[in-house]
């Protein structure tokens, strides 16, 4: 059974912080709170610490998992770190939800690295994961603290659903403020590339550094990092991810015809408010849109499996700062992606 603890006051001389610091440097796991998502963390260092990270959430053996530490002083611990453009990304971003994909040092090359010669760190920013962090003077390996495949958890509920039994311990810190996870940023070549989007956007990337860097889109199928080419952050119900061109009358015959078919529970999370009658799920959005769509995207995803819903309809944004980051977690969720009326039409009729 699965120790949790409620963290309202972290500090290194918390007892929970301590017990679960005490854990990590005896090799064993613990999940805790970052401003992203939950993590599931281990010492960096131990190949034996980190294999439990593994098992507990399945995670496939070849994708590499990124390195927390609590200040930017200690990534020459585990990386080459004479790259001038980190310590200008780290005065403007850390703590914070940007991870660096750097040259890793080589006693990392059996833990966290996966057969590649770099690795991914980042100092986030939530003051239970810095308290651990700091008593635990280590290192933390850390995945997002779910199964494998499903939303990442942002509350401590989520991380208890998915792996309750299989770890001794959660901290929990409350909701997670961002809701997705760290924008991950390849600096191992000399031209820096976003991997994975998140909520540090491209163009403030092309700000701070004072030139233009490699969007993900344009890495086409180069799949440089590679957790991007599993099917991910998807609930157990069929997710229908609807364009901002998909119009209210396309919508509206894939809606009919879901409800038409037997047994089935809809789910919508969008702005249709007015359309929406017969859905027994929906989370309705409004004007401050994206965002709070971001925030509660994973916990309402896993609130609809919970209550059984077969199909979730959910209206996408354009593809522009973080909106982009949105649409980039919804096409790997998505059992299907509907870009136009059209698009409705064609997929209405194999219904
Ligand atoms: O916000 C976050 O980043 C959260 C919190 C817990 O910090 N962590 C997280 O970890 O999302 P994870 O393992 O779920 O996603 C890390 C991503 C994966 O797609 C992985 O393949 C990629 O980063 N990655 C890790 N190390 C890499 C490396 N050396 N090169 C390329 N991609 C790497
Ligand atoms: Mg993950």
């Known amino acids: 059974e699965t120790r949790l603890h409620v963290i309202d006051q972290p500090s290194v001389d918390h007892p929970a912080i301590a017990e679960a610091a005490a854990l990590l440097q005896a090799g064993s ?13 281990a010492d960096c260092t131990s190949a034996a610490a980190v294999a439990r990270i593994y098992v507990a959430k399945n995670r496939p053996n070849d994708n590499p998992v990124i390195v927390h530490v609590a200040e930017r002083d200690q990534l020459s611990n585990f990386c080459i770190d004479t790259d001038e453009r980190v310590s200008i990304l780290a005065k403007a971003f850390w703590p914070g939800p940007l991870t ?16 590649l010669d770099t690795v991914g760190i980042r100092v986030p920013a ?14 933390l390996a850390a995945p997002s603290a779910n199964i494998s495949g499903k939303p990442s958890p942002t509350k401590a509920k989520h991380v208890w659903n998915d792996l309750n039994g299989r770890i001794p311990m959660i901290l929990d810190g409350g909701p997670c403020r961002v809701g997705i996870e760290s924008t991950v940023l390849d600096l191992s070549q000399p031209q820096a590339a976003v991997l994975r989007p998140g909520w540090i956007t491209g163009a403030q990337l092309d ?12 890495l086409k199928q180069a799949h440089r990092s590679p957790g991007t080419r599993y099917r991910h952050y998807s609930p157990d119900a069929a997710l229908f991810v609807l364009a901002p061109d998909v119009g209210d009358a396309a919508f509206n015959t894939l809606q009919h015809l879901i409800l038409k078919q ?11 408010r007015h359309l929406v ?12 849109g994206v965002d709070s769509l971001i925030h509660d995207l994973y916990m309402n995803l896993r609130q609809m499996d919970e209550e059984g819903v077969s199909h979730i309809l959910i209206d996408g944004c354009g593809e522009v700062g973080h909106g982009r980051s949105l649409m980039d977690r919804l096409r790997r969720a998505a059992t299907v992606v509907l870009v136009s009326d059209q698009d409705v039409t064609a997929f209405c009729l194999k219904l």
């Open 29 to 41: 796991v613990v999940a805790f709170p970052t401003e992203t998502v939950y993590g599931l963390g």
């Open 100 to 115: 660096l994909i750097l040259k890793a040092k080589p006693h990392l090359r059996d833990t966290v690295c996966r057969g």
């Open 126 to 139: 939530h003051p239970t994961a810095f308290a651990l962090l700091k008593k635990s003077g280590l290192g």
């Open 207 to 218: 700000e701070v550094l004072g030139s233009p860097v490699t969007r993900e889109a344009d």
């Open 262 to 272: 037997k047994g089935t529970k809809l789910g919508y999370i969008g702005t249709r």
């Open 277 to 288: 009658t017969d859905a027994p799920s929906t989370h309705f959005y409004g004007d401050d």
